[in-house]
């Protein structure tokens, strides 16, 4: 029996992943997007003409959305209806974008470093709002595990991809460190470096240069003294150790405990990009080799968590 046989209507069910995707559609800036890229897409003047550009970019934003490879984004446009609504193939369109023409795609926007100008965009957007205000600024980095295995084509692990140790654990791969506005939450710089490479090392270029107050955590403890003579001032928080052994009936050990709060509920903004990358859109794990092209997928996965931390002040504008 058929869906009208059963008298269904499943492709307008509200599921969550509609919802979701049809609050994206309406959030992100796609014209001044498309607008980014065209003049670096190709014009196809001979042979079958390209897809357009809008067609391609809610492809690839959809596998970043829902982590999908080059070949599943291909089998998921077969199987998912709701997949070809959203890239605009479902009306009378007589062939579907494979796993080669995805993966061009792709090499195009990672070639022209069209990841950052997206983020550097979007944020545009947010400022121009209100959104995305910059007197402050925290940073923090997290790491991204990379395979660990030899089983492959080269027979190596990834020469870019680094070991480093943290809590007793040691973990292989690289590091995405972030900058966000300290009121809001929202991405505004991102670097990818291998594992290995301290916090402290890539925080100044963190700082967009208009923060007069920066946040970090512990690890971060001695950049002031890197940053000596700088306009900004630096709040990083005590040690766990020597946190732990304030005495807070001792009137001023309890003065600079309050401080330690009062700092870490400012510095908190800076996990929440972190769990939209690893919670909401399943980037647990590096996808491809080197760090450039990590780099480039972290800056457009941050690119849209603005988005959607800033969906619902977005639709009410």
Not at 125 to 131: D, E, F, T, V
Not at 132 to 142: I, Q, W, Y
Not at 186 to 201: E, K, M, P, R, S
Not at 269 to 289: A, D, I, S
């Amino acid at each position: 029996m058929t869906q009208l046989d059963l008298g269904l209507k499943l492709s307008t069910r509200r599921t969550r992943k509609r919802e979701f995707l049809d609050e994206m559609r309406r959030v992100v800036p796609w014209l001044k997007l498309i607008s980014l890229i065209e003049p670096h897409y190709p014009k196809g003047k001979t042979g079958r003409p390209p897809f357009p550009v809008a067609t391609m970019l809610h492809i690839h934003f959809m596998q970043q959305w829902f982590g999908l490879s080059d070949a599943a984004m291909e089998e998921a446009l077969y199987d998912v209806p709701l997949y070809r609504e959203f890239a605009g193939l479902d009306g009378g369109i007589t062939r579907l974008p494979d796993e080669s023409t995805i993966l061009r795609f792709r090499h195009l926007l990672e070639a022209h470093g069209l990841a950052e100008q997206i983020l550097a965009v979007v944020n545009e957007i947010l400022c121009a709002k209100g959104l995305l205000l910059k007197a402050g600024s925290a940073v923090d980095a997290t790491l991204i595990p990379a395979p660990s295995s030899t089983k492959n084509g080269s027979g190596t692990r990834d020469p870019e991809m680094q070991s480093t140790q943290k809590g007793g654990n040691w973990y292989f791969g690289m590091k995405a460190h972030i900058g966000v506005d300290a009121e809001s939450g929202l991405v505004h710089t991102v670097i990818g470096t291998a594992a290995n490479v301290h916090d402290i090392n890539a925080a100044e270029a963190l700082l967009h240069g208009e923060e007069a107050d920066v946040y970090a955590d512990g690890g971060y403890q001695g950049i002031e003294k890197r940053c000596e003579g700088g306009s900004v001032r630096w709040h990083v928080a005590m040690r766990p150790g020597r946190r732990r052994k304030l005495d807070l009936s001792d009137r001023v050990d309890a003065i600079y405990d309050q401080i330690e709060r009062l700092k870490a509920g400012v510095r908190a903004k800076v996990e929440h990009p972190f769990r939209g990358l690893k919670r909401q859109f399943g980037y647990t794990k590096t996808r491809y080799r080197g760090l450039k092209k990590n780099t480039d997928q972290i800056t457009t996965l941050f690119a849209l968590g603005n988005l959607w931390m800033a969906r619902k002040a977005l639709l009410t504008m």
